[in-house]
């Protein structure tokens, strides 16, 4: 079974901070996206990547970048976050021509 | 501009009744996905639909596809309480992206 991890289910921090969330995945998949999820409007596309050191815009990328260094692990990172950062965040890897597969999200608060 | 759009967005039904879910889409999708969220847990795959005119069907659940209406169904039968949960439509409209419908609330009241 494909597995994809993410570093924390539950994140606490203040305003300002630097804030990592990393993505991990076991099945060699070379795609992998980061969303966002709030009520009311379904899952939005913050980030994804075709392929190591690749990263592409999704729909809502302000205040967000990536870092994807191997081919397993795929990070957001939000530079210095706001309260209107907190959000579900779930992130999700596909083999190219098959469907995606999530991880248990990051319910991120900012403070 | 690509939307997905589901209707309903909440949706309570009785055990045993049978309802539908539906999902348009804007434009042509190369394929399409329905998951399924409970609550504070992630999402999980129940169907990829291909064609025009697929049906897939898993228990209680079963999904179709009308590429030519660009609409999407998902009808459950028979519903019991554990199919309580969100259901999510997406399209795949290239690239490999997924572009996500609101979700239904299913609620399945004894």
């Known amino acids: 079974d494909v597995k994809v991890t993410q570093s924390s289910r539950y994140l606490v921090k203040r305003t300002g901070e630097k804030v990592f969330l990393e993505c991990v995945q076991d099945m060699d998949h070379e795609n992998m996206f980061w969303y966002r999820q709030d009520p009311g409007l379904g899952l939005r596309l913050i980030y994804f990547s075709y392929d190591v050191k690749m990263k592409e815009k999704g729909d809502i990328p302000e205040g967000y970048s990536v870092s994807r260094e191997k081919k397993e692990r795929f990070s957001l990172i939000l530079e210095s976050a706001s309260t209107n950062q907190t959000s579900m965040y779930l992130c999700?890897?596909?083999?190219?021509?098959?469907?995606?597969?999530f991880g248990p999200g990051t319910r991120l608060t900012v403070t | 501009e690509l939307k997905v759009e589901q209707n309903p967005l909440f949706l309570s039904m009785q055990e045993g009744k049978n309802y539908t879910i539906y999902c348009n889409y804007s434009t042509t999708s190369d394929r399409l996905y329905w998951y399924r969220q409970d609550p504070g847990k992630s999402l999980e795959s129940l169907f990829v639909?291909?064609?025009?005119?697929a049906v897939k069907q898993e228990g209680r659940l079963m999904a179709s596809l009308d590429t030519k209406a660009r609409l999407s169904t998902l009808h459950i039968t028979a519903a019991v309480h554990d199919l309580s949960a969100t259901y999510f439509c997406?399209?795949?409209?290239?690239?490999?992206?997924?572009?996500f419908g609101t979700g239904t609330r299913l609620t399945i009241i004894p």
């Open positions: 999700a890897s596909s083999l190219s021509g098959g469907g995606q597969y």
């Open positions: 639909l291909l064609s025009n005119g």
């Open positions: 997406a399209g795949d409209f290239g690239n490999e992206k997924l572009t």
